[in-house]
Nanobody, 120 residues
Framework: VQLQAFGGGLVEPGGSLRLSCAASGSIFSIELMGWYRQAPGKQRELVAIQSSGGSTNYADSVMGRFTISRDNTRNMVYLQMNSLEPEDTTTYYC???????????????WGQGTQVTVSS
């Protein structure tokens, strides 16, 4: 299973970006898909995560500004980021908890990072 993330870039404070992540490979179902971020020298932290049933969880720091969504038919997850702040500048990673076959256990996969820079 591979995860491909894209959509990062440079944006001014107060601006918006939309990140996308596509999962491909041997996939029977995806239990969870989410976004994390990691600044240099810091631990990777949860940004937002969504279950296959639609339940979501957000970091307090992005609540009300970021929205996670999924397209289960295309095995994709999105992160709409509004009202971006310089503190949101870092590398963002998508992940997915995947079941490759109906009878197999789930496995966690990570995509490559995509850089988001918020600066004037």
């Amino acid at each position: 299973v591979q995860l491909q993330a894209f959509g990062g870039g440079l944006v001014e404070p107060g601006g918006s970006l939309r990140l996308s992540c596509a999962a491909s490979g041997s996939i029977f179902s995806i239990e969870l898909m989410g976004w994390y971020r990691q600044a240099p020298g810091k631990q990777r932290e949860l940004v937002a995560i969504q279950s296959s049933g639609g339940s979501t969880n957000y970091a307090d720091s992005v609540m009300g500004r970021f929205t996670i969504s999924r397209d289960n038919t295309r095995n994709m997850v999105y992160l709409q980021m509004n009202s971006l702040e310089p503190e949101d500048t870092t590398t963002y990673y998508c992940n997915a908890v995947v079941r490759s076959r109906a009878s197999s256990p789930t496995t966690l996969y990570w995509g490559q990072g995509t850089q988001v820079t918020v600066s004037s």
